[in-house]
């Protein structure tokens, strides 16, 4: 508790002596919350074996990993959508949403995408070719630290009493295309540190919104990696985004569904960017048949949730991860999302309301 009370207390001075200097949010300078090459491995992004049935073998429906293996050429669906183009590289949008279009095959991108992440101060949590899908760990931008006198003169010797408060994480998903080419999303997702109480001695972390423009900037930097010049990245990026559909929750034959005014190609593009920022693991997914297999973890029944540091290094969840199908049918320019079970069957349990409501508020 002193030792507690000690850092507070040389915190609240660095803070008080640094209150006018200004932030550099402007630059992004990350560095992982952690040391080592990787984070231990959160306990709901451990890969579970996969189901057989999933694979479809054949010309009918193909998983992910059969598309990742270069088995099938999967359609882009990207109508309605505003491009620009440089070289190989272009970047589209979709309201809100930004992506990336390469023109060569995912097995030569992974590699220049990994180290991307790796260069830009982040360890990787999870790292799956055969799914397409790479995660960071949690890392802080160090360029919103203050930039005072203290820090300045004392470096390195009290640099570590001094945080944002924030913390980021991102994931990158790589989609083959019908035309052999790859598509790369990034998403993210942040936590901010606050006060559990009025004396302000103890804090928590909880999650905050996830920010469009920092998944833009890291596609941009992607972008330049990929031998786009800096210059052109930023005019393109810089575009401005499309007004996108919004979404609404409603109940149909007692399952409670997501409702989009749009057609599958976008409504199957916006379900999967809201999965991977709001952390549901997807461990497959079907575009043919509409489906994404993810896990999820209830919260706790007495919602004493862990701390965020306690969620990152638990050898297993307080509650034990459930399978489920995220389902996008479509009937012209209208979609509904659905939840399966694992088997399949309609589900309209309290997890599946869940469920609903996080991809419904991610997509309004």
Known sequence: MKAA???????ALAMALSACAALEGDKIDYKSATKGSTLEVPPDLTQLSRDSRYAVPGSGPVSAAAMQAGQVAQPSGTANAAAAQLGDVRIERDGNQRW??????????????????????????????????????????????????????????????????????FRTRLERNANGGTEI??????????????????????????????????????????GVSQEQSKAVAAAPALRAQSARMATVNNQPVVQLDEGFDRAWRRVGLALDRTGFTVEDRNRNEGTYFVRYVAPNADKKEPGFFGKLFNSAPATPPLKYRIVVRSQGDSTTVSVLNEAGAPESSANAERIVRVITDDLK
């Open 5 to 11: 009370t000690t850092r507070f207390g040389l915190l």
């Open 100 to 169: 990336l279009v390469v023109n060569r095959p995912a097995d030569k991108l992974w590699e220049p995408v990994r180290d991307f992440w790796q260069e830009s101060g982040f360890n990787l949590d999870q790292a799956d070719a055969s799914v397409g899908i790479m995660e960071t760990d949690w890392a802080e931008n160090r360029a919103k630290l203050p930039q005072d006198i203290i820090r300045s003169t004392l470096g390195k010797l009290l640099d570590s009493l001094y945080s944002t408060g924030e913390r980021d994480k």
């Open 185 to 226: 999303y990034i998403t993210h997702r942040g936590m901010i540190e606050v006060y559990s109480n009025t004396t302000k001695d103890t804090t928590v972390w909880q999650p905050r919104p996830s920010d469009p423009e920092l998944e833009t900037e890291f596609l941009r930097r992607l972008m330049v990696k990929l």
